[in-house]
């Protein structure tokens, strides 16, 4: 069946134009897909308003009132509606909510790019010709926070390594800049060896008591089956991990440790060899090749450098846990380099913003780069292979 137009019912978006010119766009719009809305219904309905027809799938059902953004501004729409078993919604409106889902999206990445607040309407205007106002973005964020928190506080499982580190931005905080710690866990997942982002916090520092609540809040959500913890050697995170996983072996990251030797080293010229045969200890194939090459090394330095001696034989040990894991699995989890490489792939994204005008919206950016990040390791290969 194929209706007729009837130009009467569009004669006022004509009116509308005579009487407003541009003005009038708005209502242009509105009677026009008004008119346009209930044609598509006759068209799915096979049958035009009080019209007989053995063709008919369902009845019309009145309209119902929606609000629409557009270029034009805010347009009130009457939706049309049916019932029976037919399935039927505009596709102009369809449309139009895809393009307002994809102005959502664009509000939103420029968010996470560092993009503030009231540089995203010009921008906007650029791209898509509309205005979008701070109470428009507020919202977005909102939604966002929503998604965000959700992913905050999915179950976890089976995590068979935890790495753990933190990083810090500026953030204002009682009209004072402060350093606000950004805790972050990342595991290897005991069923497919794939990395994930377990978890982050923002905190004003790295004392006990948040690192405590970090990682209960992790336990709380279902993490369990730890073998090893690598992380590095803070007083704050080192306490905290005695009281929430007693037991479970710690790996201190070897990459932080050798970056710690250097303060020890009262002569520059020593710098790299020191470097050199650190490394080497670290990289000896098993715990007996590894406690043997230490304690020469410690020889070796007890008479040109006291203190660095010193230090090699308190801290140096801490990090030959991984000897005890299988050995296709230690080089990957005898650092917390991969929770580095995400810091700085971070911090390129937000030095832009400079100083975070709260906790909130720290917290906002970091989960949403980093609910991406644990996306794309979730879509690509394992980090470990299980099956040994």
Known sequence: MTQQVNCN????????????????????????????????????????????SEDRTGYANGFKNKTV?????????????????????????????????????????????????RKVDPIMKML?????????????????????????????????????????????????????????????????????????????????????????????????GVEMITSDAHAGLKAALKTEFSGIPWQRCQFHLQQNAQAYISKVELRKVVAEDIRNIFNTPDLESAERLLKTTIEKYRKSAERLADWMQDN?????????????????????NMAEVINRELKRRTRVIGIFP??????????????EVDERWIEGRSYLTMEV
């Open 128 to 224: 898509c010709g509309i205005e979008v106002s701070r109470e428009k973005v507020s919202k977005v964020a909102q939604e966002m926070d929503d998604e965000l928190e959700k992913w905050r506080q999915r179950h976890l499982g089976w995590v068979k390594y935890l790495i753990v580190d933190a990083r810090y931005e500026k953030v204002r905080v009682d009209g004072i800049v402060r350093d606000c710690a950004v805790l972050v866990a990342h595991g290897v997942m005991a069923k497919d060896g794939k990395r994930s982002v377990l978890g982050v916090s923002v905190s004003l520092g790295e004392a006990e008591c948040h690192w405590r609540d970090f990682f209960r809040s992790l336990k709380e959500r279902g993490l369990h």
């Open 9 to 52: 019912e569009l004669h006022p978006t004509v009116e509308a134009l005579l009487k407003n010119g541009f003005d009038g766009m708005a209502d242009c719009m509105r009677i026009a897909l008004n008119e346009a809305m209930k044609f598509e219904r006759g068209e799915a309905l096979k049958a035009g308003p009080y019209q007989r």
């Open 316 to 336: 140096i040990a801490e990090s030959f846990t991984c000897f005890s894991m299988p050995v296709a699995h230690q080089k990957r989890i005898r650092t917390s």
């Open 358 to 371: 709260n906790e909130k919206s720290l917290l906002r950016i970091s989960s949403a780069l980093l609910k």
């Open 69 to 117: 953004q557009t270029r034009a501004g805010a347009i009130d729409l009457d939706v049309p509606q049916v019932r029976g078993d037919l399935s039927f919604y505009p596709s102009a409106i369809e449309r139009g909510l895809r393009s307002e889902r994809a102005i959502n999206l664009a509000i939103c990445q420029m968010y996470i790019q560092g993009v503030s607040t």
